[in-house]
């Protein structure tokens, strides 16, 4: 068996990339309160299920997702 060289170590982190950010931002959207929801005025259960259908049935359209909701709406919440 060898070791992996270069080429695949790149390919095994942005397949990680592409599954770790948007888990972590469906997790985030998940433990996000109501109320914190309903005072940004967003719509949990919407983005829930963008961010699970883009990231599982839609590949690295699930990256992008994730990267909008991490980037304009969970800093419209108010700190925990």
């Given at each position: 068996m060898?070791?992996?060289?270069?080429?695949?170590?790149v390919i095994i982190?942005?397949?990680?990339?592409?599954?770790v950010l948007p888990i972590w931002a469906i997790?985030?959207?998940l433990l996000r309160p109501d109320s914190q929801w309903a005072a940004a005025d967003?719509?949990?259960v919407a983005w829930v299920v963008a961010l699970a259908v883009a990231t599982f049935l839609l590949g690295p359209v699930?990256?992008?997702v994730a990267i909008v909701?991490?980037?304009?709406?969970?800093?419209?919440?108010?700190?925990r």
């Open positions: 060898s070791a992996l060289g270069p080429i695949e170590l982190l942005v397949l990680l990339l592409l599954l997790v985030d959207a967003q719509n949990k699930g990256l992008v909701y991490l980037v304009s709406v969970r800093p419209k919440f108010r700190p």
